[in-house]
């Protein structure tokens, strides 16, 4: 079986072409290439530092927003229900128009 590592190689070079580019922008004069390595790869590792600093920062603050629309999921659903729920039933109108055809017979026939 093949182990696949879990680092990206390409992220890996260009952490540390990026890391010998500024080693050597600020490399002084009389300092030997093994020096400059070292300062390379302290610049690499400071950087792979940063970058999981910045994603270990991203995946919580997702975390966050995913709470934050699940509470107001919730809300909107409470909302929606309590809408729902005021619903008028019929007896009442019936009452009101039998209560109406009432008063008008008495209106016109009343009783003697």
Known sequence: MAKYSKRHPQADE????????IARGTQKTGQS????????QGIQKGIEHYKKQQKSKA?????????????KNIIAEQEVLETVVVKQHWLPWCLLALSWVGAAFNYFFPVL
């Not at 995946?59 to 509470?71: N, P, T």
């Open 14 to 21: 260009k952490n540390q072409e990026e890391a010998t580019k």
């Open 59 to 71: 995946r919580e603050l997702s975390k966050q927003l995913k709470s934050v629309a699940k509470a």
């Open 33 to 40: 290439k093994e020096q400059t390595k070292l300062i390379a």
